[in-house]
Nanobody
Framework: VQLQASGGGLVQAGGSLRLACAAS????????VGWFRQAPGKEREFVAG????????SYADSVKGRFTISRDNAKNTVYLQMNSLKPEDTAVYYC??????????????WGQGTLVTVSS
């Protein structure tokens, strides 16, 4: 059972990336899925969450209007579209599953991360 985040890379400020969180050996359909990030020397922070159906979402204030979380349950994948990227978005991004999309403390199963680097 694994969650794997992918799609990270190096991008200039103002650019875009789309991250994907794929599950193997586990269906995401029944779970809320969230994206978190951890920058060097900082604590992990909640970025966005989506409920099991994809109908409701939650975002950190720092990414509202720039990032969009979505899911395709048929593909067992959750996405994070990141636009207007800023250098302060640089971090390792992780996806996780949990019981409540809007509660960062409700996520309890974590995947490996993907590095996003935004150059100024």
């Amino acid at each position: 059972v694994q969650l794997q985040a992918s799609g990270g890379g190096l991008v200039q400020a103002g650019g875009s990336l789309r991250l994907a969180c794929a599950a193997s050996g586990r269906t995401l359909r029944s779970y809320a899925v969230g994206w978190f990030r951890q920058a060097p020397g900082k604590e992990r922070e909640f970025v966005a969450g989506i409920n099991w159906s994809g109908r409701t979402t939650s975002y950190a204030d720092s990414v509202k209007g720039r990032f969009t979380i979505s899911r395709d349950n048929a593909k067992n994948t959750v996405y994070l579209q990141m636009n207007s990227l800023k250098p302060e978005d640089t971090a390792v991004y992780y996806c996780a599953t949990g019981s409540m999309y809007s509660n960062p403390g409700a996520y309890d199963y974590w995947g490996q991360g993907t590095l996003v680097t935004v150059s100024s």
